[in-house]
């Protein structure tokens, strides 16, 4: 049971000796007056606290008539003497049935999800992405030229002769390794480590910070790519030769 405050107990225990006081006047006044409407009207005690606290102390005696209902009354009698009573401004009887601690009684709070719906929030996000991908690309074909190179002459072979932008790190391996290592075994790693990167990292969440070998290999794959691409675009001149760009220009056209 919650343990009552201890200021709730000095105003019971102020409460019930003030009660028992005046049942004391109201005693001797009874005896003393010539009517039981008279002595009632002189202590001006209500009625059903006289009748509680004979009841409580259990003596006899003469009983005063009393003015409210026997419900009332009866209800009155029938309640134990141990409870604590307080009565109000109105002179209204309370009573203290328990002391419930402060704080909410049930717990309202929604519980956070990591799961958010597809409409509005992934398509708004993805046609917002959209719409900025068509923007850029459209200004950068107004102001980029990208004109049609002439017919390819097989009597004339450019110097140096570069693939295509997304095969650049793979005519880059081919001038370290054999084509065989360069073209098919290489590669060939790379994509199965990367199928075997979901069976390898099992973690269940979503967040990248929790997914940190799934990201590790991606990046290193996508990193190793890149510098590839990089070199064979701006690194190399006639021949397929190494050069500095600052210095013998860039031999690459976008």
């Not at 909410?104 to 990591?114: G, M, N, R, W, Y």
């Not at 969440?205 to 064979?232: C, H, Q, Y």
């Not at 021949?239 to 500095?244: D, E, H, L, Q, Y």
């Amino acid at each position: 049971m919650t343990e009552i405050p201890e200021h709730l107990r000095k105003r019971a225990a102020e409460a019930r000796q003030k009660a028992e006081g005046a049942d004391d006047s109201g005693a001797s006044a009874s005896d003393a007056g010539s009517g039981g409407g008279g002595s009632e009207a002189a202590s001006k005690i209500p009625a059903h606290l006289l009748e509680r606290s004979k009841s409580a102390k259990g003596g006899g005696g003469t009983t005063t008539a009393v003015a409210p209902a026997e419900s009332a009354v009866a209800a009155a009698v029938a309640t134990p003497a141990a409870v604590p009573t307080m009565t109000g401004p109105a002179g209204n009887t309370q009573r203290l049935l328990t002391v419930v601690k402060a704080g909410s009684i049930q717990d309202i709070k929604a519980k956070p999800l990591d799961k958010v719906h597809v409409w509005p929030h992934l398509i708004v996000v993805e046609f917002g992405a959209a719409l900025f991908c068509t923007a850029f690309l459209t200004i950068f074909s107004v102001f980029v030229n990208a004109p049609l190179l002439r017919l390819a002459d097989v009597n004339a072979t450019p110097n140096p002769s570069k693939a295509p932008w997304y095969f650049l790190g793979l005519q880059e391996l081919l001038t370290m390794f054999h084509p065989m290592v360069a073209g098919v075994t290489i590669p060939g790693i790379g994509l199965f480590a990367l199928m075997l990167a979901p069976y390898i990292d099992k973690n269940p969440s979503n967040k990248p910070e929790d997914r940190k070998f799934a990201v590790s290999v991606f990046t290193i794959f996508m990193m190793f790519w890149a510098v590839l691409v990089i070199i064979g675009s701006f690194f190399r001149g006639p021949g397929f030769n190494f050069v500095f760009p600052w210095v013998e220009g860039i031999f690459f056209d976008l």
